[in-house]
């Protein structure tokens, strides 16, 4: 049953068992309706709401939403409940989120454990809340309180919500034990319901120009972002309007963004995230390999991210380099990030120290005899690669998983320097590694089933997204990444600068434009990588050419204050170089291009379609499991804009056979066979088929 209602004594009990996280489908509305219906007709004197299982209620039924809403809506349980002549008792555990927040709002009081939490992320699936929780927080907290809250979707703790006002009691031990007795002192002490719509918003200094200055500050933090506007809007009116009139406003609101394609596009991000991990085919009886010590065989860039990741989660690393003062300066690169990360207010200085002491650093290999698992981040040679797994080989315990943070090279390669090609796995972070969620598992043909389930158990264990990989040149995102980097610098010697491109890719969503990213990285990076390459292996050389004269000039990007751009010293500002425009069309005459004006619309779908077009060669090669993947690697290691929902998702909205004939106009009017449309996409089309209908035929 989805809803039980039961008496203790003078105590209405309303049960909710929703598993896994209690959300408010349709079952679960109507069980509360009734129940708190019911509970008015008979001699109890309060009502306690509760969850079973792991949490209160977790939300909305995300997977409801884009349907029509069935009777009764959230809405009208939450005026049920705030209408009850006896007093309401919110009993929260785990975490209270969106809707089943704002349920716990409609109820008088609010008891919490220690150890939950409380929140509105629905701004995080491009929605506002939509069942009073933009006009009762106001209320409880004030506006500016309200603002920061809602807009940034955060989880609040339990405490810090005592503090605030938002709950009324915290406790340690069991949850329903403590807030029956909660609800007998107020029985005791004769309190009553006591409802947040009467109680008047706290009067503060925020009036119609504090509210556009708070717009705009969302223009920035939350760039092209819909959700973020619509609620200040509906606090804006919270302020303005009666209490029920600002509920009218608020739901108004919630149902225009519910069907918007930022909403949409967030709603599946939020589920592909949750799938990525699955791996059909998997045996469900292979259990994973038990991780509780790693080494990390590099302190560059890399390894030393990848060491605070598992840090960070409390696993302890042991770092191995070639010799000491590469240690030494790995570790001090280490210590500074934990630093900064303090001076930010973002961790205590004891939780610093812990987590570097978990942080150990060697030279000698003899010291991984006893690791679980090993991540090699080496620099980016196959044979320095194949020697690494050589020695690992040697040195590794029976069952220690071996993996390669490689970028682009060939994991059964790697694995074939190893008596244990089972044990050996791809672990591709994104840089910086402790912060980027992103992790590519990369399965090479001899991988053993059980390793990739550790991988991915492993993966949500240190708070990463892990999508599953198969071996190819760059696997999924920095393969699909080329095609993107090679349509910016055909851009650029057809006729657009580098302003021009950045600006068109950053008004789109993405995090960052393919140069600026470019100068970040270093130019040298592939200009290294280039020089390993033989004329024919590199390619058209329109696709390299600005960037290798650039790196010839010493302008190797923002560590040496230019690149694409020129960059101040002191404050990083990045502006236009006349002397880079100068090297592009010196370049363009070279090779023989005539530069022409290149329209914004051009310059975004030639950087969409190669994304797209490669995405779906990808997934007809079963490089990616599905679709949602590619989105996911794309949102959490690429900076695409998750309000367009990844990559494949984009191609869908904007419809398979509109994708094709513009992949194919460019594929005419260019005669590049890179432009020929994956046959995947040509194959859909012809059938008016969707993305959907191919995985549904797959699996
Ligand atoms: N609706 C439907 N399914 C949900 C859900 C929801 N609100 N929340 C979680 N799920 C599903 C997940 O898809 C997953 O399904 P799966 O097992 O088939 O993959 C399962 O529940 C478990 O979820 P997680 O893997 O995320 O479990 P965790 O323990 O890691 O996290 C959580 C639990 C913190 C509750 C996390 O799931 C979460 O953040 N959920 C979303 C919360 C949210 O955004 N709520 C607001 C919804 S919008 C709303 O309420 C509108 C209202 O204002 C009207
Ligand atoms: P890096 O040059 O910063 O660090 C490599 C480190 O490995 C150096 O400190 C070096 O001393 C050490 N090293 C080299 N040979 C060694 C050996 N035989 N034994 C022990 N230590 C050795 O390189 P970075 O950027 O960290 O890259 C490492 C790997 O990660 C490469 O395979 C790269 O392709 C991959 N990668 C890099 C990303 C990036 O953005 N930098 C992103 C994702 C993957």
Request: aromatic fraction near 6%; charged fraction near 25%.
């Amino acid at each position: 049953m989805l809803v039980s209602y039961r008496r203790v004594d003078e105590l209405a009990v309303i049960s909710i068992n929703n598993p896994p996280v209690n959300a408010l489908s349709h079952g679960v509305r109507k069980g509360v309706l009734e129940a708190i219906t019911t509970a008015q007709t008979d001699d109890s004197k309060a009502i306690v709401i509760l969850c079973e299982g792991r949490t209160f209620i977790a939300g909305a039924d995300i997977s409801e939403f884009g349907k029509p809403i069935e009777e009764p809506s959230l809405p009208q349980v939450n005026a049920a409940i705030e209408d009850s002549a006896k007093p309401v008792i919110a009993a929260i555990h785990g975490t209270a989120l969106g809707g089943g927040f704002e349920l716990a709002l409609s109820c008088h009081y609010r008891c919490a454990l220690d150890s939950a939490a409380v929140g509105l992320p629905e701004v995080n699936l491009g929605l506002l809340p939509g069942a009073g929780g933009t006009q009762r927080v106001p209320r409880l907290i004030g506006v500016k309180a309200a603002l920061d809250m809602i807009t940034s979707g955060q989880k609040i703790s339990a405490q810090k919500a005592l503090e605030q006002g938002l709950i009324d009691r915290v406790f340690d031990g069991q949850v329903e034990e403590s807030a029956l007795a909660y609800a007998r002192e107020l029985i005791t002490a004769g309190a009553g319901p006591r409802r947040i719509s009467e109680i008047a918003i706290p009067q503060e200094s925020f009036d119609s120009e504090a509210f556009d200055a708070y717009r705009n500050l969302l223009r920035k933090r939350k760039r092209g972002q819909e959700a973020p506007q619509r609620i200040v809007d509906c606090i804006e009116a919270a302020m303005e309007k009666s209490f029920d009139e600002g509920l009218v406003y608020e739901r108004s609101r919630f149902v225009e963004c519910c069907q918007s394609e930022q909403s949409a596009a967030l709603r599946h991000i939020f589920f592909a995230e949750r799938q990525a991990p699955k791996v059909p085919g998997l045996d469900k009886a292979v259990a994973p390999r038990a991780i509780d010590r790693v080494a990390i065989i590099g302190a560059g860039t890399m390894g030393g991210g990848i060491a605070m990741s598992f840090a960070n989660a409390g696993i302890p690393v042991t770092l191995l380099e070639l010799n000491q003062k590469a240690l030494d300066a790995g570790q001090a690169l280490i210590a500074r990030n934990y630093a900064t990360t303090v001076s930010k207010g973002k961790l205590s200085q004891e939780q610093a120290v812990a987590r570097q002491g978990l942080i150990s650093g060697t030279t000698d290999y003899e010291d991984l005899a006893d690791v679980d698992l090993v991540i090699e981040a080496v620099f980016e040679s196959m044979d320095v690669k194949r020697q690494v797994f050589g020695r690992l080989d040697q040195v590794c315990k029976e069952g220690a998983i071996l993996a390669s943070n490689t970028s682009y090279l060939d994991v059964n390669e790697i694995a074939a320097a190893t008596s244990r090609p089972q044990d050996v796995v791809g672990l591709h972070f994104f840089s910086p590694a402790n912060v980027m969620r992103l992790l590519e598992v990369v399965r090479a043909d001899k991988t053993a089933e059980d390793v990739i389930a550790t991988a991915m158990a492993l993966g949500k264990r240190i708070g990463k997204v892990p999508v599953l990989a198969g071996v190819c040149y760059g696997f999924i995102g920095n393969r699909m990444l080329r095609q993107y980097a090679r349509e910016a610098q055909l851009c650029m010697i057809e006729g657009a600068e580098p302003g021009q491109i950045d600006g068109v890719l950053t008004r789109f969503g993405m995090a960052m434009g393919p140069l600026a990213v470019g100068d970040l990285a270093g130019l040298d990076i592939g200009y290294k990588a280039r020089q390993a390459l033989t004329d024919e292996q590199k390619g058209d050389p329109r696709s390299y050419c600005i960037a290798d004269a650039l790196v010839e000039m010493g302008r190797l990007g923002q560590k040496t204050g230019a690149g694409y751009y020129r960059y101040d010293p002191d404050t990083r500002a990045r502006s236009a170089d006349p002397e880079v425009l100068a090297v592009i069309e010196e370049q363009a005459k070279l090779q023989g291009v005539e530069r022409r004006v290149l329209s914004d619309e051009e310059i975004l779908d030639r950087h969409l379609m190669a994304l797209i077009n490669e995405g779906f060669r990808i997934l007809e090669e079963g490089i990616a499991q599905r679709p949602g993947d590619i989105d996911v690697v794309y949102v959490h290691g690429y900076g695409f804009p998750s309000y367009r929902g990844g990559p494949m998702f984009y191609a869908s909205q904007r419809g398979l056979s509109a994708v094709y004939e513009r992949i194919e106009s460019l594929h005419k009017s260019t005669g590049e066979a890179h432009w020929a449309p994956a046959p995947l996409l040509t194959e859909l089309v012809r059938n008016n088929q969707t993305l959907g209908d191919w995985m549904a035929k797959k699996n």
